[in-house]
């Protein structure tokens, strides 16, 4: 079975960049995943909403896009792991945090990786002895483990990250910094309460971390108390409108 799933995710991982029309049947029940400490596991649902059954196997990296199963090291316990889903049927994925020799940090959050791939069925019946190209899909979602008795509230969080003009051969930039212990992901930026959004100003910063944000098609770097208006992703997926301004 072992080599069976690492020959799918090799034929996943050739396949990936012709999977425009591809879509998975295994829907995830949310686009992150919060875990936080003191609980000691989450769960995650999932949901098949094609007309066939799917092969799914779970597993947790610390961000290497190219992971499998068998090569992450991460404390934390999917069950199950590797299962059957039958067509128009859930499944909930249980998250447990096993304590490891190298304890996480407890004064901010860690960020993990839940994939999820989903590996069709052989065909069947009169396509059985047609070439078929078929693609396994996998999904990524940022896990944020949250230590307990973080300082601070998430979603208050993006309200006091601050901004300052910068610029670098690319041109001009506005660097973020976030004092929270929180990871905080900006989806939109416009500076001036009324402007359209900057094309490509997004990102994540990380706790007590800094963000530099290209500032495409503006010309001359912002002055001092330019509006910054700016989207953040919260802990349900949903986004939440900030204000803030640029500093000296």
Not at 55 to 78: C, K, M, Q, R, Y
Request: charged share 15%; hydrophobic share 40%; net charge positive.
């Amino acid at each position: 079975m072992k080599r069976f799933i690492g020959t799918a995710f090799a034929v996943m991982a050739t396949c990936c960049l012709f999977t425009a029309t591809a879509h998975a049947d295994v829907v995830i029940g949310g686009t992150r995943v919060v875990f936080p400490a003191k609980q000691g596991e989450v769960t995650v649902r999932l949901s098949n909403e094609g007309d066939k059954p799917a092969l799914v196997e779970a597993w947790i990296d610390t961000g290497d896009i190219h992971s499998t199963p068998n090569s992450v090291n991460t404390p934390f316990l999917i069950t199950p792991p590797l299962f059957r889903m039958e067509p128009h049927k859930d499944q909930s994925l249980r998250i447990l945090y096993i304590q490891g020799a190298k304890p996480l940090p407890t004064a901010r959050e860690s960020l993990f990786w839940l994939n999820v791939l989903e590996i069709p069925p052989k065909p069947t019946g009169a396509m059985a002895d047609k070439n078929t190209l078929q693609f396994a899909i996998r999904s990524r979602l940022k896990l944020f483990y949250r230590p307990a008795n973080l300082p601070g509230d998430s979603l208050k969080a993006p309200d006091q990250l601050t901004f300052k003009a910068g610029a670098d051969s690319h041109g001009t930039t506005l660097e973020v910094h976030n004092p929270t212990p929180y990871y905080i992901t900006i989806s939109k930026l416009a500076l001036g309460a009324s402007a359209a959004p900057i094309a490509g100003a997004a990102g994540m910063v990380a706790p007590f971390g800094n963000l530099r944000l290209p500032l495409k098609g503006v010309a001359q770097a912002p002055s001092a108390d330019t509006p910054v208006v700016f989207t953040t992703i919260n802990d349900y997926g949903a986004g939440d409108s900030h204000k803030g301004v640029v500093t000296p």
